[in-house]
């Protein structure tokens, strides 16, 4: 499994990116899949979750702003919207199946203000 993240970038306040995650060297059926975030400085925080079943969790600091989805390829997306400075940070994709998680490696997210 290597689970490839892409879609960060630098992005004004108030603006959109798409964050995309999936397993680049073979197809693998993965169980609750979503994205943590760290800024320097500050603690890794869980950003969303999507379950195999599309249930959805979302952290307060996020919610009716970030979306997260996957599709039936598992890949997982996280569509930010209405981004603020204090969601810069990078974002970590993670997927699990059964008792083993996988790690991507991680795309910067810069918002400017």
């Known amino acids: 499994v290597q689970l490839q993240a892409s879609g960060g970038g630098l992005v004004q306040a108030g603006g959109s990116l798409r964050l995309a995650c999936a397993d680049s060297?073979?197809?693998?059926?993965?169980?609750?899949m979503g994205w943590y975030r760290q800024a320097p400085g500050k603690q890794c925080e869980l950003v969303a979750s999507?379950?195999?079943?599309?249930?959805t969790n979302y952290a307060d600091s996020v919610k009716g702003r970030f979306t997260i989805s996957r599709d039936n390829a598992d890949t997982v997306y996280l569509q930010m919207n209405s981004l603020k400075a204090e969601d810069t940070s990078v974002y970590y994709c993670?997927?699990?199946?059964?008792?083993?998680?996988?790690w991507g490696q991680g795309t910067l997210v810069t918002v400017s203000s």
């Open positions: 993670y997927a699990r199946s059964g008792f083993n998680n996988f």
């Open positions: 060297r073979s197809p693998f059926s993965f169980g609750t």
């Open positions: 999507i379950s195999g079943s599309r249930t």
